[in-house]
């Protein structure tokens, strides 16, 4: 991870399968060759998002991902049960025309694989677990944890839940390495990409989980499970535990990682989970000789839209020098964009041209570099609003290198 994670979180695709008569997923297939891997989402990401982690298993494998009803591009379901995530699960491969895939879960997404191959063994060939939440116990620091980002969720928002999430699934090696900046990014990306309700419906769903050592026990299929040593849901007991109980079952270890390896050490997640396809790979053909899968989903085709190159970086945007920096920087962040404001992009609101996700991070870096600033870990969300906000907290609390031709003078 690099000390300003740049996420991209566009939809590049208008990809939806109905799943019942009023929810429809929406998913994304990378790769048009090997093996089925199905990317199956915690409750805290969207399915773009694994494009950041995936590009290198994308090369030789066809990676599906999609939205959990209550997230991102997916219906809303106010009223559903858990049940609902293991069976959209089925009726989306069925959809697809993948009768066989194997499947990745993290975090609380580790009982939806669980379930999911324990219901129809016939379906999964593999199973990786990432950091899951299924552990080998009786639940009961799982179902603590639930409960405390519910209450800050209710109490205070996304932003609150962000804060206590952030505290808990980083490793210290992340936080340091990432700083103010990455912090800022994230927590950008995170609360506007979560409309809280949606979001408490899934956490209040995963409370119906049911526990057990029995149940990781009625795993059948070939399992990785891949932890961070620095995950406090799991140590070495717990991990040598669950090897044990899953019949079939491999436990790696992530050094200097937490409850997210994938975000944490892409590459080496996805070297891992490579070399844990092609073991099982290995073993098939040692087996029987190796054949096509017919079942095959839809071939990718995940183009972006648009094209247009944006207005020439460094237009000035009115008479303040600040601001004409901001613009300037933003349009060569985002240069492929062609629906940029030529004028008043200084008050246009930052969420609504998109960048929420990963520019923003770019964008916060950009600015501590060529005005030598630098971002506090506590700077409230409104200061993100618009170029001219983030201009206004710079001109009050710090002193930019360069001269501020407007009417305003540095607090």
């Not at 990809?15 to 997923?25: P, Q």
């Not at 944890?145 to 090696?173: K, M, P």
């Amino acid at each position: 991870m690099t000390s300003a994670p740049t996420l991209d979180l566009r939809y590049t695709a208008e990809r939806t399968l109905r799943v019942s008569d009023d929810t429809e997923l929406y998913y994304e297939i990378q790769g048009d060759e090997g093996p089925h891997l199905t990317l199956v989402n915690n409750f805290f990401i969207i399915a773009p998002m694994w494009r950041n982690f995936t590009a290198e298993l994308a090369k030789r494998n066809r990676v599906l991902t999609y939205d959990l009803r209550n997230q991102g591009a997916s219906s809303v379901s106010p009223d559903m049960t858990w049940e609902d995530h293991v069976e959209d699960l089925r009726v989306l491969l069925d959809g697809l025309g993948i009768e066989r895939t194997h499947l990745l879960g993290t975090s609380a997404s580790g009982f939806i694989c669980r379930d999911f191959a324990a219901r129809y063994p016939e379906r999964v060939d593999g199973l990786i677990l990432t950091g899951p939440s299924c552990t080998p116990g009786d639940g009961v620091r799982r179902r603590a944890t639930e409960r405390a980002c519910i209450n800050s969720l209710e109490l205070g928002g996304t932003q609150a839940l962000w804060d206590h999430l952030y505290s808990v699934v980083f490793s210290e090696a992340a936080m340091r390495e990432m700083g103010a900046t990455g912090y800022l990014g994230l927590r950008s990306a995170f609360t506007a990409i979560h409309p809280p309700d949606p979001m408490l419906t899934n956490l209040k769903c995963a409370t119906q989980v049911t526990d057990g050592p029995e149940l990781l026990a009625a795993i059948k299929q070939p399992t990785l499970l891949l932890l961070g040593d620095k995950d406090d849901m799991w140590n070495e007991t717990l991990g040598a535990e669950a090897g044990r109980l899953i019949e079939d079952c491999e436990v790696e270890w992530m050094h200097d990682v937490g409850h997210l390896p994938y975000m944490e050490d892409a590459d080496g997640f996805q070297a891992r989970v490579q070399r844990f396809l092609d073991s099982l790979a290995a073993r098939e053909a040692a087996v029987a000789p190796q054949t096509g899968d017919p079942a095959g989903g839809p071939a990718a085709d995940e183009t972006a839209t648009g094209g247009v190159s944006a207005p020439v970086a460094g237009v000035p945007e009115g008479d303040d020098a600040l601001l004409a920096v901001l613009c300037a920087l933003l349009r060569e962040i985002v240069a492929d964009r062609a629906d940029l404001p030529v004028t008043g992009l200084a008050e246009t609101p930052l969420n609504s041209i998109g960048l929420e996700s990963w520019a923003f991070t770019l964008l916060l870096g950009r600015i501590e570099e060529q005005l030598s600033v630098e971002w506090d870990m506590d700077v409230p969300p409104e200061v993100f609003e618009s170029l001219a906000s983030i201009a206004a907290h710079l001109r009050a609390h710090h002193s930019p290198a360069l001269p501020d031709t407007s009417q305003e003078s540095a607090k």
